[in-house]
């Protein structure tokens, strides 16, 4: 069965550090991973998709993610923090038979000033 | 385009009270969800629609029904609300092109009390 895990709950990075957030997937095909961003009191916004091709992909508002098949993992990355990308993170997997999504359990951002 | 809005945005119920959370959406979308999200557990699937008059289920249906009877809407129901039902909900939709490839695109949600 498809799973997505996030194995930091919580994480606290100081404004201008860079930033790396971790998620390994188990699928047996050809995964169809995604990051979302909620804010506080906030639906999800999409951050990132992969698909196919160039195992590095970028997404809005600075983010990136690369996809190693080897590791089983779509792990989030951003040069440079801002205190605005302080809210939760989920990655997520498709599941082909029903096109919804499966959500890792998110990992919490907090940015220090 | 006012994209995937949900109504109420909060709601407080007693136990044994019913309820409708409508989701709509102005995007022509073939495909809706409704999820649920709990503290620690991410997003679970509860039921979904692949079109016009149809409805399914996902991973935690128990205690919901739903109906899709417009395109544009898809109605979250509780019959009978429980305390475990506290949640916060999300509707999400998308096009229908590719079930792999398609964003979803997720509405505020509505969170929701039961006493």
């Known amino acids: 069965a498809q799973s997505v895990t996030q194995p930091d709950i919580h994480i606290t990075v100081s404004e201008g550090a860079s930033l790396e957030l971790r998620c390994n997937y188990s699928y047996g095909a050809t995964p169809y991973l995604f990051w979302y961003v909620q804010s506080p009191g906030q639906g999800l916004q999409l951050l990132l998709k992969?698909?196919?091709?160039?195992?590095l992909v970028q997404g809005i508002k600075g983010f990136e993610a690369e996809f190693k098949r080897s590791q089983s993992s779509f792990n989030l990355r951003k040069p440079s923090v801002h205190w605005s990308d302080a809210a939760e993170y989920f990655c997520?997997?498709?599941?082909?038979?029903?096109?919804?999504?499966?959500f890792g359990k998110g990992t919490k951002l907090s940015v220090k000033p | 385009n006012a994209g995937v809005t949900q109504t109420p945005k909060f709601r407080v119920l007693k136990t044994g009270q019913s309820m409708t959370l409508l989701c709509a959406q102005d995007m022509n979308h073939e495909y809706m969800y409704w999820y649920r999200q709990d503290p620690g557990m991410g997003l679970r699937l509860i039921h979904y629609?692949?079109?016009?008059?149809?409805?399914a289920k996902g991973e935690v249906p128990d205690g919901y029904n739903v109906s899709r009877l417009k395109k544009q809407n898809f109605l979250l129901g509780l019959e009978s609300a429980a305390p475990s039902q506290t949640s916060v909900y999300f509707c999400?939709?998308?096009?229908?092109?590719?079930?792999?490839?398609?964003?979803?695109?997720f509405g505020p949600g509505t969170r929701l009390t039961v006493l």
């Open positions: 992969y698909f196919s091709g160039d195992t």
């Open positions: 997520a997997v498709v599941r082909g038979s029903q096109g919804n999504l499966i």
């Open positions: 629609s692949v079109g016009e008059g149809t409805t």
């Open positions: 999400a939709s998308r096009t229908g092109q590719s079930r792999f490839t398609d964003t979803q695109y």
